[in-house]
């Protein structure tokens, strides 16, 4: 979702990976648009479910993607070109589409004026991610020096398993042991682990810290076929963790729990395990010319089909039919297919224009 991708060794396998990342980011906001609406445990939720526990590795790999292309120590990037280009880029981005999306909630009046203001500086729902990635791009240079070296990386990744992924997902546990607690508690097991942690006052492995200088160690790691077949089993059991456990949880406390968030070890394990597929095994097909000009295209689309599909989403769910219309094992990826078209067209149609292609998508 950047433009280094300008680079003459493309790396053709991280073209699919934003192309297939943005598809499946349609998908998770079409599947979990009703997920806590529908009745817990009906055969629409379990749908969803297992949708949206599948296509959770989506915001991670587009992190580890930029990961690779920004901490690449081959590329010199200065901070002036870091802030003049790269941070400007995404702030005027910000500025355009969370105006947009703010006269569209006043314009069907679900908001007011008063909060029109509110609506631009926060941004809409799936706006969040610019925010997120400006903050890494500031903490770049720092993270270049932590890559120079490997064991480094390694330690930091080490720290990272540690308190960016498995405390929390003990922390989610827990929450869930909290709520099916008999009788109350007046000290809950995960304010017990929340206090504990935050003694700790350990917040440099972030989650998206974690995912940015991840991806750049799996694409300069050497993985053996075995080393790549225990991975893609950790990937299929994170999956399967991941709706069972969703599954489990909403069943006994009688509303909508997840073990969705990025920061869960079972989502990291299937993305992991996406990107590793995409490196060592996609990277081995895409050997045909056509095929690499289609993904450089759709590549270049990918910022734009992510900032306008949401627009389009709510507009097709709003006026013609949601996922809830007719079965769902259908109607999400129908929604999909419409939304991911209409989004690629507009994106490409914008990309045809010279100022709103350089700041806008």
Same mark, same amino acid.
């Given at each position: 979702?950047?433009? &280094?991708?300008? %680079?003459? *060794?493309?790396?053709?396998?991280? *073209? +699919?990976?934003?192309?297939?990342? !943005?598809?499946?980011?349609?998908?998770?906001?079409?599947?979990?648009?009703?997920?806590?609406?529908?009745?817990?445990?009906?055969?629409?939720?379990?749908?969803?479910?297992?949708?949206?526990?599948?296509?959770?590795?989506?915001?991670?790999?587009?992190?580890?993607?930029?990961?690779?292309? @920004?901490? $690449?120590?081959?590329?010199?990037?200065?901070?002036?070109?870091?802030?003049?280009?790269?941070?400007?880029?995404?702030?005027?981005?910000?500025?355009?589409?969370?105006?947009?999306?703010? #006269?569209?909630?006043?314009?069907?009046?679900?908001?007011?004026? @008063?909060?029109?203001?509110?609506?631009?500086?926060?941004?809409?729902?799936?706006?969040? @991610?610019?925010?997120?990635?400006?903050?890494?791009?500031?903490?770049?240079?720092?993270?270049? %020096?932590?890559?120079?070296?490997?064991?480094?990386?390694?330690?930091?990744?080490?720290?990272?398993?540690?308190?960016? +992924?498995?405390?929390?997902? &003990?922390?989610?546990?827990?929450?869930?042991? $909290?709520?099916?607690?008999?009788?109350?508690?007046?000290?809950?097991?995960?304010?017990?682990? %929340?206090?504990?942690?935050?003694?700790?006052?350990?917040?440099?492995?972030?989650?998206?810290?974690?995912?940015?200088?991840?991806?750049?160690?799996?694409?300069?790691?050497?993985?053996?076929?075995?080393?790549?077949?225990?991975?893609?089993?950790?990937?299929?059991?994170?999956?399967?963790?991941?709706?069972?456990?969703?599954?489990?949880?909403?069943?006994?406390?009688?509303?909508?729990? $997840?073990?969705?968030?990025?920061? %869960?070890?079972?989502?990291?394990?299937?993305?992991?395990?996406?990107?590793?597929?995409?490196?060592?095994?996609?990277?081995?097909?895409?050997?045909? *010319?056509?095929?690499?000009? #289609?993904?450089?295209?759709?590549?270049?689309?990918?910022?734009?089909?992510?900032? !306008?599909?949401?627009?389009?989403?709510?507009?097709?769910?709003?006026?013609? +039919?949601?996922?809830?219309?007719?079965?769902?094992?259908?109607?999400?990826?129908?929604?999909?297919?419409?939304?991911?078209?209409?989004?690629? &067209?507009?994106?490409?149609?914008?990309?045809?224009?010279?100022?709103?292609?350089?700041?806008?998508?």
């Amino acid at each position: 979702m950047d433009r &280094i991708n300008k %680079q003459i *060794d493309r790396v053709f396998y991280l *073209d +699919f990976l934003r192309v297939a990342a !943005i598809f499946v980011v349609i998908v998770l906001h079409t599947a979990e648009s009703k997920i806590t609406i529908v009745e817990p445990h009906s055969f629409e939720w379990m749908v969803f479910n297992l949708y949206d526990g599948f296509v959770r590795w989506a915001v991670p790999v587009l992190v580890m993607i930029s990961g690779v292309l @920004f901490l $690449d120590e081959k590329k010199k990037i200065s901070l002036s070109t870091l802030h003049s280009k790269y941070i400007r880029r995404i702030v005027i981005a910000f500025s355009f589409w969370s105006s947009a999306y703010a #006269f569209v909630n006043l314009a069907y009046g679900y908001e007011g004026m @008063f909060s029109f203001f509110a609506d631009f500086v926060k941004g809409h729902y799936h706006l969040w @991610f610019l925010f997120m990635i400006v903050g890494l791009y500031l903490g770049t240079p720092i993270f270049r %020096q932590i890559t120079r070296s490997k064991a480094y990386t390694k330690y930091f990744l080490s720290l990272s398993i540690l308190f960016t +992924f498995i405390v929390p997902t &003990i922390l989610s546990a827990a929450r869930v042991g $909290d709520n099916l607690a008999l009788g109350g508690m007046h000290y809950s097991l995960e304010d017990f682990g %929340q206090e504990v942690v935050g003694n700790v006052k350990f917040y440099f492995t972030l989650v998206y810290v974690a995912y940015f200088i991840g991806g750049y160690y799996l694409s300069k790691l050497d993985i053996s076929p075995k080393a790549e077949i225990c991975i893609y089993i950790g990937g299929i059991i994170g999956y399967l963790i991941t709706v069972s456990t969703a599954s489990i949880a909403t069943s006994y406390l009688g509303y909508h729990y $997840d073990f969705y968030g990025n920061n %869960q070890i079972c989502v990291m394990l299937e993305s992991i395990a996406v990107f590793t597929f995409a490196k060592c095994r996609v990277s081995r097909w895409l050997k045909n *010319d056509k095929a690499h000009r #289609f993904l450089v295209a759709m590549s270049k689309y990918s910022f734009g089909i992510y900032l !306008i599909h949401a627009m389009i989403l709510e507009g097709f769910t709003r006026h013609i +039919f949601d996922t809830t219309a007719f079965n769902p094992i259908i109607s999400v990826p129908t929604i999909v297919i419409i939304v991911f078209v209409v989004s690629t &067209i507009a994106s490409a149609t914008a990309n045809r224009i010279p100022l709103v292609k350089k700041y806008i998508v």
